[in-house]
T-cell receptor, first 109, second 113 residues
Framework: GQQVMQIPQYQHVQEGEDFTTYCNSS?????IQWYKQRPGGHPVFLIQ?????EVKKQKRLTFQFGEAKKNSSLHITATQTTDVGTYFC?????????FGTGTRLQVFP | DTGVSQNPRHKITKRGQNVTFRCDPI?????LYWYRQTLGQGPEFLTY????????KSRLLSDRFSAERPKGSFSTLEIQRTEQGDSAMYLC???????????FGEGSRLTVL
């Protein structure tokens, strides 16, 4: 099925290190949403980006939408063990939300 | 709790049996979505409803799958003649209108033996 590609697929970091996940599409994205899924949990909405070049911050999380609206990134500064989980980008496409492949983050204390 | 509710949370069944999952969305949400998620993958869209109308079904949804939302409130997802490949987490989500935040339930995990 249609999916937006994310890299890396998996990353483990030491607590306190930074982390970035990238979301890439071959076509222009109308918007991008980010979700977090804790191990054993369900996806939880983090943010939505709509405008070209948009940057939004939530505490240690910084979200960017590319100028060409073909990519997006999520950056976490000074990771904590509570950041563990899988981060998905997702795009609304003809009334349905299409999820990316996800980046699984592991944080070691 | 006024979030999205799904049951059962876990279902183990033998191949060939029928199973039904129920989703109760957030009460004022007119849109309801079903997704399937397998280990290490992102949620895959199956189908969605606006009120009681089923507006789109994915090609992933074979004839053995049927979903209903009879009164525009709760929804059911039935899988007939289950196969081992149906083993997955079935997630329900709801929203108010389109292109906004999706609120997910805890999911119903299906294991087909």
């Amino acid at each position: 099925g249609q999916q937006v590609m994310q890299i890396p697929q998996y990353q483990h970091v030491q607590e306190g290190e930074d982390f970035t996940t990238y979301c890439n599409s071959s076509t222009t994205l109308s918007n991008i949403q980010w979700y977090k899924q804790r191990p054993g949990g369900h996806p939880v909405f983090l943010i939505q980006l709509v405008k070209s070049g948009e940057v939004k911050k939530q505490k240690r999380l910084t979200f960017q939408f590319g100028e060409a609206k073909k990519n997006s990134s999520l950056h976490i500064t000074a990771t904590q063990t509570t950041d563990v989980g899988t981060y998905f980008c997702a795009e609304w496409n003809t009334d349905k939300l299409i999820f990316g492949t996800g980046t699984r983050l592991q944080v070691f204390p | 709790d006024t979030g999205v509710s799904q049951n059962p949370r876990h279902k183990i069944t033998k191949r060939g049996q029928n199973v039904t999952f129920r989703c109760d969305p957030i009460s004022e949400h007119n849109r309801l979505y079903w997704y399937r998620q397998t280990l290490g993958q992102g949620p895959e869209f199956l189908t969605y409803f606006q009120n009681e109308a089923q507006l789109e079904k994915s090609r992933l949804l074979s004839d053995r799958f049927s979903a209903e939302r009879p009164k525009g409130s709760f929804s059911t997802l039935e899988i007939q003649r289950t196969e081992q490949g149906d083993s997955a987490m079935y997630l329900c989500a709801s929203s108010l209108g389109s292109a906004g935040e999706l609120f997910f339930g805890e999911g119903s995990r299906l294991t087909v033996l």
